[in-house]
């Protein structure tokens, strides 16, 4: 027997089958459960061989989708990049109190509107600096260099101070 053929009796069968549970069925609730059932499975039989037919046939999925980047919108790299470097400005600030110092703000500057974020400069306000009375002969400028070069690649030169 060749596919179709075969699927022909299989609807056929169970159409035969659907009609003869229906006539020893008693009317009722139950019985329009049961030819509900019945019209799934006959769905079902005419359905499942057609991925069989159409397996040589191809489809094209490239002309339906344009480009071959996604674009993301700028409001979400916006407010992505923006997070990373509040995340990034509260890492730096958590290290250096860590350390004895407080107090210290630090303002990291970027372009935050391109997907591939480059920091541009960290500007470091020394102008409220509290110190641990354990840590007075320290030199700050130091210690704030060395915690943002453990968080961040960037040069040393990027790093300005005021206060």
């Known amino acids: 027997m060749t596919n179709l053929s075969s699927w022909v009796l299989s609807i056929a069968g169970i159409c035969v089958l659907s009609v003869l549970i229906d006539l020893f069925l008693p009317s009722g609730q139950m019985s329009s459960h049961i030819k509900s059932i019945f019209n799934f499975i006959i769905i079902f039989v005419i ?3 057609i991925p069989k ?3 040589n046939y191809q489809i094209d999925y490239s002309s339906f989708i344009t480009t071959s980047e996604i674009e993301l919108q700028d409001d979400y790299i916006y407010q992505l990049n923006r997070d990373k470097l509040t995340a990034l400005e509260n890492e730096i600030e958590k290290g250096i109190e860590s350390k004895g110092i407080y107090n210290i703000d630090i303002a990291i ?3 935050i509107f ?3 974020m480059e920091i541009d400069g960290i500007f470091v306000d020394l102008s409220n600096v509290v110190i641990e009375k354990n840590g007075q002969h320290i030199d700050i400028k130091k210690e ?3 915690v ?4 961040i690649d960037i040069e040393k030169e990027k790093i300005e101070y005021s206060g």
Not at 148 to 151: C, H, N, Q, T, V
């Open 53 to 55: 037919f159409l397996k």
């Open 47 to 49: 359905i499942a061989p």
């Open 148 to 151: 943002i070069l453990s968080k």
């Open 114 to 116: 391109t997907r591939t």
């Open 144 to 146: 704030v260099e060395n």
């Open 109 to 111: 500057s970027a372009d």
